[in-house]
């Protein structure tokens, strides 16, 4: 033994190997480079977006009371017909707003990671502004740049708590 060096390098699997160093079959290699595409990367995200949308909304929605006014300005209160037609829309308003911002939101970051040559810790705060201020500048833009500062923060955060 050396002192203070290894007898071996570090181990780095080719990617044509697992990390038990057997082979990856054809199939494998394929479904990886599906996964790591970005175009599934964007689908994927926009998908679980909706359905986050979708479970919000309809949380919003059963908290919310909506107080029906009949037309001659009687409060009235709706059927049941009503509150499920009011579930449902929100439901999915709310699910195409997050599947919009998780979409923007991973396709930026992928175009980012694949522009710069590598994953690290700045492709999330970055592609958090750009989703951001592209979303806020539709109000203005100071709303624009409140929003970069807000998703990029928040996308510091989650990388934070999840690494």
Request: hydrophobic share 35%; aromatic share 8%; glycine share 14%.
């Amino acid at each position: 033994l050396r002192k203070g060096k290894p007898l071996n390098g570090p181990v780095r699997p080719h990617k044509w190997m697992d990390l038990v160093g057997q082979r990856k079959t054809g199939q494998e290699l394929t479904i990886e480079r599906a996964m790591e595409s970005c175009t599934f990367k964007t689908g994927i995200s926009s998908v679980i977006g909706y359905g986050l949308g979708i479970v919000l909304g309809l949380f919003t929605a059963g908290v919310e009371s909506n107080v029906s006014v009949g037309p001659d300005s009687q409060i009235r209160e709706q059927t049941v017909r009503e509150v499920f037609r009011d579930l449902r829309q929100r439901g999915h308003s709310y699910g195409k707003n997050f599947a919009l911002v998780g979409a923007m939101f991973a396709c930026t970051e992928c175009a980012l990671e694949t522009v710069r040559g590598k994953s690290d810790n700045w492709n999330s705060p970055m592609s958090g502004c750009i989703t951001g201020g592209v979303l806020g500048l539709r109000a203005g833009v100071q709303a624009g740049v409140l929003g970069c500062a807000g998703f990029a923060a928040f996308s510091t955060a989650i990388d934070y708590y999840l690494r």
